[in-house]
Every structure is written in C-alpha cells, then in structure tokens.
C-alpha cells in the first residue's frame, strides 16, 4: 500500500543554522507532495508544495527538492529560527483529481537559541 | 480571510457516549475534509466532501462515525458511541475544488 515516512523524528539545530528534514514515499504514482508545519495546538500549516514534474522549488527561507529515482522528498529551512519550531509533514497526493493526501509520521524540529 | 473554523476546540466525554464536531470552511471552498490524528501521528483522512456529496468515506468507521455537509457549506461529524481508542485531534480541511488544504485547528477528545 501507499507509505509516507521520515527518517528522522526528530531534529534539533542552532539557531541560524539551515535544517534538513527528510521523507521518503513509497508510490512512484504521487504526483504531488506538500510539506505542512503544524505547531502545538493548533493545525497543519501549509509550507510549501512540488509537482511531480519538477525537482526543486524554492520559497521565502523554504527549499523543497524532490528526487523521484529514490523516491525522496527534503524541506530545507534556511537560517532557522526559534519560530520554527515544529513538527513537519510531508503528504503526498495519489490523485490529483480526487486531492487525497496521505500524511507520513512528522519530523519534530527544536531549534535551540 | 478567515480561516477553518471548528468547534468546540475541546471534548472530554466518557466511553459509550456521543459527540459532535462542527467545522466552516473558507468561503468558497467547494472540498472539505475531517482527519483524525492521534497523537504522535499524522493526520489520517476520514472523510472528503465535494459540496454536499461524498467524494470518499473509505476510511470513515461507518459503525460509529458519520457526517453531513447538507447544505454544501459547514460539516458535523459525529461520533456514537464513543470508544477510547478514538480520543484523537479531529482536524477539518477545505480546498477548492483541487488544490491545497487549508486545515483548521482541530477539535481535541478525550474519550475517558
């Protein structure tokens, strides 16, 4: 069946450095992946998404690459903040027409002042 | 623009007893979702609405959970009866009719 995971739970970096979180997906169908922010009490916050068609997207402090050969998502955060402090999901989307999106486990990022 | 709206933001019911979610979209927004996370997991998708249709309720424990978008705009999902293993953060999304998911803040149970 369909997996999304990460391969680390959690992620603690200094401040100012970039952070790194990973996830591996397992159906070569997905066309579209989503990475979410979601911070203690309240709900998943949209970050930033990818295609299927590209490998690399970038936002404000925000890079996504995509490398569909080993089926591998990444988030790069750049100069981290305390602010990001958070648990981190990718979800990916086996149909586009119906919007499933399929959630993996998080990755819990601690940024240390 | 204001955002999903859901309430209450917390339950605590006892096991074998009923309850309800009530969640408002973002204006517009034709799709709208429950999830259910428990914690230390992602969220896992239990229902999706296109309007006042089911577009997928798959996942959806048919024996004890149900919902309704009658009029196409908010949702109630609703919970009879309840069982521990549902004490989870009950999340509503909403898109247009493809795209992203724009997530509220969750209704938290605790099923005792």
């Known amino acids: 069946g369909e997996s999304v995971g990460l391969h680390l739970p959690t992620l603690s970096v200094q401040e100012g450095d970039n952070s790194i979180i990973n996830c591996a997906y397992s159906n070569s169908a997905s066309d579209y992946f989503i990475w979410y922010k979601q911070e203690s009490g309240k709900g998943p916050q949209f970050i930033i998404d990818?295609?299927?068609?590209?490998d690399k997207r970038q936002g404000q402090r925000v890079t996504v690459l995509l490398n569909k050969t080993v089926k591998h998502l990444s988030l790069q955060i750049a100069a981290t903040q305390p602010g990001d402090s958070a648990v981190y999901f990718c979800a990916e989307n086996l149909d586009s027409g119906a919007n499933n999106l399929f959630f993996g486990t998080g990755t819990r990022l601690t940024v240390i002042p | 623009e204001a955002g999903v709206a859901q309430s209450p933001r917390y339950k605590i019911i006892e096991k074998r007893q009923s309850v309800a979610f009530w969640c408002n979209p973002i204006s517009g927004h034709a799709t709208l979702y429950w999830y259910q996370q428990i914690l230390g997991q992602g969220p896992k998708l239990l229902i999706q609405?296109?309007?006042?249709?089911?577009?997928?309720d798959s996942q959806l424990p048919k024996d004890r959970f149900s919902a309704e978008r009658l009029k196409g705009v908010d949702s109630t999902l609703k919970i009879q009866p309840a069982k521990l293993e549902d004490s989870a953060v009950y999340l509503c999304?909403?898109?247009?009719?493809?795209?992203?998911?724009?997530f509220g803040p969750g209704t938290r149970l605790l099923v005792l």
């Open positions: 990818i295609r299927s068609n590209m």
């Open positions: 999304a909403s898109s247009l009719a493809t795209g992203t998911q724009y």
């Open positions: 609405f296109q309007n006042n249709g089911v577009v997928d």
